[in-house]
């Protein structure tokens, strides 16, 4: 086992305010660090890995919330909204020229490049925050699925309003085993394969989803649907009706969102062709496609379940056969989550990593590592400072998950307070700081109005969250089963 030092002469770029330009080689860019390889389609990956989550099945309950008119027609808006403001981010890669200048590695880097002051820290509150949360959920919701496995199996065989109440636990801490494994991959740019596989797992069972509603519809049992949703008085109560339609507008709003991870996806990108172009194109597969699956789910789900969606249409069975294909449609959820999770932690990690490097320059225990000959793997760099803080990360966002089994619901208020600042905000301030756009002109006033309309969105959602929140912990069973 070989023992060497990963410290290199780059720590002004580390700090996030530049570096020295050094010519680029076989093996390093300009910058020092090590080539990168990634091409528009890795970054499509990425995307579709970060947004097409499991949410994607709850998209025909926000539908049934809002209707036929308003569903669709905000579905659309945020597609263009997020596309929108996703090519404003991505031309701030670099600064201050978006493709000569100098390259940023974090979101934090980005704003401080463009923005400085408090709003550095006032997006890094943001971004890992939202970052940490969606690694617990991502925790609870692959249990569901594991354990909406079980539960198929028990219904199909002890019929449909047997008691299978099943332990989500085991499953956690299985979940938590692998993601201890994964950790160790030791950075965004290895995770392409792992990205590739969980954007087929999202694709296959958001089909599968797809699939089952149009037999649904094709055999005439259908919801009842209307063009404004569920009816006050039948289906909900008046004050539900308004809190459930502000969630379905967050829900919506934040399953489209990527920002968190757009800047260290681009980061991946070789820099021929430009890395903002390349950016822009994977933005463009990635939201049209998003997209698409988003409105068939949605709008098929709506259509055969009606006003009375489920929240997830197979892990809270909707469908009960052929059960087969539901087990495989929920193995098929918890391997996407099992790569969206390390898409969504890998950020966490070289924050923490680079910060303990720049403080402790000289500690043998942080910047050391050993190579290690795996069989059939090959040569594989182990830094044990990696192996205890990463492992250390995944058991506490385990145990946090195990404790607040009702933590998803909690993460729809961390999606409305962090929606906004990441998404539109800064990525509308740094445009117009980097394009200088004159103010009061028509084009500042038109993006300063984007950004208030997405303010309100954001905290009417996070309004509704709190009430969803509120009901979540209030009817909140241990093991309860939709049946019982």
């Known amino acids: 086992m070989k023992s060497f030092n990963t410290e290199h002469d780059h720590s002004a770029a580390e700090s996030g305010h530049g570096y020295a330009v050094t010519e680029p080689t076989k093996d390093v860019d300009e910058d020092g660090r090590e080539k990168r390889t990634g091409t528009w389609l890795t970054a499509s990956a990425h995307i579709i890995t970060a947004v097409i989550g499991s949410g994607v099945l709850s998209l025909a309950w926000a539908i049934a919330q809002l209707g036929w008119i308003a569903g669709v027609v905000i579905l659309t808006i945020f597609s263009f909204i997020t596309y929108f403001t996703s090519t404003m981010l991505a031309d701030c890669y670099r600064a201050p020229d978006p493709v ?254 680079k910060n303990c490097k720049k403080n402790w320059p000289d500690n043998k225990f942080i910047n050391s590592e050993h190579s290690v000959n795996i069989p059939f793997l090959g040569k594989f760099n182990v830094s044990f400072f990696r192996l205890v803080w990463r492992t250390a990360y995944v058991v506490i966002t385990t145990l946090v998950a195990m404790i607040f089994p009702f933590f998803n619901a909690i993460l729809g208020l961390i999606g409305a307070a962090s929606f906004w600042p990441l998404t539109v905000y800064f990525p509308v301030e740094m445009h117009i700081a980097q394009t200088k756009i004159k103010k009061y002109s028509p084009r500042w006033i038109g993006l300063k109005m984007l950004c208030w309309v997405c303010l309100i969105v954001s905290l009417l959602a996070a309004a509704g969250s709190i009430a969803g929140l509120i009901g979540s912990v209030k009817q909140y069973k241990p093991f309860r089963t939709s049946h019982e």
Not at 164 to 169: D, K, N, R, V
Not at 283 to 290: A, C, D, H, N, R
Not at 303 to 313: E, S, V, W
């Open 100 to 353: 000569t200048g100098k390259r940023n590695y974090t979101y934090m880097d980005v704003v401080r490049s463009y923005l400085g002051g408090r709003k550095v820290q006032l997006c890094g509150v943001a971004q890992y925050g939202n970052l940490i949360g969606i690694t617990v959920g991502y925790t609870i919701t692959a249990s569901i699925s594991l354990v909406a496995i079980g539960k198929s199996n028990c219904f199909h065989g002890k019929g449909h309003h047997a008691d299978c109440a099943i332990s989500p636990y085991p499953y956690m801490a299985a979940f938590g085993i692998i993601q201890i494994i994964l950790s160790q991959i030791p950075n965004f740019h290895k995770l392409s394969f792992l990205s590739l596989m969980a954007a087929v797992m999202s694709f296959t069972y958001a089909t599968i989803g797809i699939g089952l509603a149009i037999a649904t519809v094709a055999g005439g049992k259908v919801g009842k649907t209307t063009l404004t949703g569920t009816v006050v008085g039948v289906d909900v109560t008046a004050a539900q009706k308004i809190w459930r339609s502000f969630q379905a507008v967050g829900d919506i709003a934040f399953a489209y969102a990527y920002a968190t991870v757009l800047i260290e996806i681009q980061d991946t990108l070789k820099s021929s062709p430009a890395e903002n172009k390349a950016m822009k194109r994977a933005s463009l597969v990635g939201v049209s496609t998003t997209t698409f699956f988003y409105v068939l789910c949605g709008c098929i789900g709506y259509a055969a379940f009606g006003n009375k969606a489920p929240g997830d249409f197979l892990t809270d069975f909707g469908f009960f056969e052929p059960f087969w294909l539901i087990d495989f449609a929920n193995a098929c959820i918890a391997a996407h989550l099992i790569g969206a999770y390390q898409v969504f932690a890998q950020p966490i990690f070289q924050f923490v990593e």
